[in-house]
């Protein structure tokens, strides 16, 4: 009845009993059964009057092209494959299934044509180092997994740190700790991917902000690993990796050329000698030499390394020299700045998001302007290193609010590195927020501003 409702107010009575007569009509049963469904429905709307008011959904304002609906798993694994198409890179996904994470390894498995190879491994552990072992033979190596997948699995990101070599880290957050809620959504690896690791090991973090972002971030997720030889943590969370969205299908030949040049020929002034970390002066990268490549043997393994020679080193200068460049390498990957949306350019109040929130503050941010209160939003994808010019941008405003699925942690960071006292404003019930609760709390903290 509810269905047929609706029908009811988009076209007249009798306009919809000739077209159930043409639809069925070489089963004259059908007709009689939905002409009477149609009119108790008719009848049964009329007598209660619930649809008094009548809405019209105007179309999204999006670009022309080809469209698809797509969930966020679906678009980073899609992200995936075109990375290693574009660096013309075999992709290696070594994973353990985990709850939300599963479906990238199902979804990659199909894409054997692209040079995709999918290993479903004994454990967490098993998975990230069959991922770093195929990143070592000139793969784009890959383990998919959730929170505590990432805890097992910090080890072995720790020896990537410190033999340089490219692997990306998909964490599909869920609500913790432990195995807490598998089907909740939370925010709250964002600590655990920033410092989740022992010694001083930094890697790159970026958070898609939405299904269909999932696919750019991917791809930038492998051009900062590849560009940088580093490892990168992607954080995604269930909200993002379930839900769906319109995905216009980009033209391939506007994607990121992420070909790599291997070593090839020792780097040594004496032309002989190879210098595994002789870096390059831009990226401070080192080279990537594929095993068995003659001429360019080196040591791999965990302990320290001398500069240049890769010899293993227990020099203390030397080591703190090796830390702070693998920390400067990190700090100085170039990233585009965060922008800031202000449209009538007198906001006090600055929201700044990461992530799955992006949805749900824009949606407030505007019902706040539709309202005459002026807002402003910012979100960021790019967490480690920031933007260069966050810290200009958060000082510019009265007020930085941080609305967080967790208890502040991307609060913590900013008041740390910017000395912003940014309020936050958090929950952890493994469900994202809604855009009415987020405009009612702004809405206070513009009261008092």
């Known amino acids: 009845a509810l269905g047929l409702l609706s029908w009811m107010y988009s076209r007249p009575y009798e306009s919809t009993l000739r077209f159930l007569e043409r639809k069925f009509a070489r089963?004259?049963?059908?007709?009689?059964?939905?002409?009477?469904?149609?009119?108790?429905?008719?009848?049964?709307?009329?007598?209660?009057?619930?649809?008094?008011?009548?809405y019209e959904v105007k179309p999204a304002k999006m670009p022309p092209g080809t469209y698809r609906n797509i969930t966020g798993n679906a678009a980073l694994s899609l992200g995936l494959v075109a990375a290693g198409v574009r660096s013309g890179l075999p992709v290696f996904l070594g994973a353990y299934p985990i709850t939300p994470a599963s479906d990238i390894l199902h979804e990659l498995s199909k894409h054997k044509k692209f040079?995709?190879?999918?290993?479903?491994?004994?454990?967490?552990?098993?998975?990230?180092?069959?991922?770093?072992?195929?990143?070592?033979?000139?793969?784009?190596?890959?383990?998919?997994?959730?929170?505590p997948g990432v805890a097992l699995k910090s080890e072995t990101i720790s020896l990537?740190?410190?033999?340089?070599?490219?692997?990306?880290?998909?964490?599909?957050?869920?609500?913790?700790p432990s195995t807490g809620?598998?089907?909740?959504?939370?925010?709250?690896?964002?600590?655990?991917?920033?410092?989740?690791?022992?010694?001083?090991?930094?890697?790159?973090?970026?958070?898609?902000?939405?299904?269909?972002?999932?696919?750019?971030?991917?791809?930038?997720?492998?051009?900062?690993?590849?560009?940088?030889?580093?490892?990168?943590?992607l954080l995604s969370d269930n909200y993002v990796a379930n839900g769906s969205e319109p995905w216009l299908l980009p033209d391939v030949d506007s994607l990121p050329d992420l070909?790599?040049?291997?070593?090839?020929?020792?780097?040594?002034?004496?032309?002989t000698t190879f210098l595994p970390y002789l870096r390059d002066p831009e990226t401070l990268a080192r080279p990537w030499a594929i095993p068995g490549t003659p001429g360019l043997?080196?040591?791999?393994?965990?302990?320290?390394?001398?500069?240049?020679?890769?010899?293993?080193?227990?020099?203390?200068?030397?080591?703190?020299?090796?830390?702070?460049?693998r920390a400067a390498r990190i700090e100085t990957i170039p990233v585009p700045d965060v922008e800031v949306e202000d449209p009538d350019g007198d906001a006090r109040v600055l929201v700044l998001g990461w992530g799955s929130?992006?949805?749900?503050?824009?949606?407030?941010?505007?019902?706040?302007?539709?309202?005459?209160?002026?807002?402003?939003?910012?979100h960021l994808r790019h967490l480690a290193p920031m933007p260069a010019n966050l810290g200009t941008v958060l000082r510019s405003y009265d007020r930085v609010v941080i609305p967080e699925m967790n208890l502040g942690?991307?609060?913590?960071?900013?008041?740390?590195?910017?000395?912003?006292?940014a309020i936050g404003y958090n929950q952890v019930r493994g469900l994202p927020f809604t855009a009415a609760e987020l405009e009612t709390m702004l809405e206070e903290v513009l009261k008092n501003v």
């Open 27 to 54: 089963r004259p049963e059908l007709v009689a059964a939905n002409v009477a469904a149609f009119r108790a429905g008719w009848n049964f709307g009329e007598t209660t009057e619930d649809f008094a008011v009548r």
């Open 357 to 378: 929130t992006y949805g749900p503050i824009g949606a407030a941010c505007r019902g706040l302007r539709q309202r005459g209160l002026s807002v402003a939003q910012a």
């Open 115 to 147: 040079g995709v190879l999918t290993m479903q491994a004994e454990d967490e552990i098993a998975a990230v180092g069959a991922a770093l072992g195929a990143s070592y033979g000139g793969a784009l190596g890959i383990t998919t997994t959730s929170g």
């Open 181 to 233: 809620m598998p089907t909740k959504t939370e925010q709250a690896d964002l600590n655990m991917a920033l410092n989740g690791r022992h010694g001083e090991a930094p890697v790159a973090v970026i958070a898609p902000k939405s299904p269909a972002d999932c696919f750019d971030a991917a791809l930038e997720a492998a051009r900062i690993a590849l560009t940088y030889r580093t490892p990168v943590i």
């Open 297 to 325: 043997e080196h040591r791999i393994g965990g302990l320290e390394k001398a500069d240049k020679t890769g010899d293993i080193s227990y020099d203390p200068a030397n080591h703190d020299f090796m830390v702070r460049t």
């Open 409 to 421: 942690q991307l609060a913590h960071v900013i008041r740390a590195k910017y000395l912003v006292d």
């Open 259 to 271: 070909r790599v040049e291997f070593a090839t020929t020792p780097n040594g002034e004496d032309g």
């Open 160 to 176: 990537a740190v410190a033999l340089e070599l490219p692997l990306l880290i998909v964490d599909v957050q869920r609500a913790g």
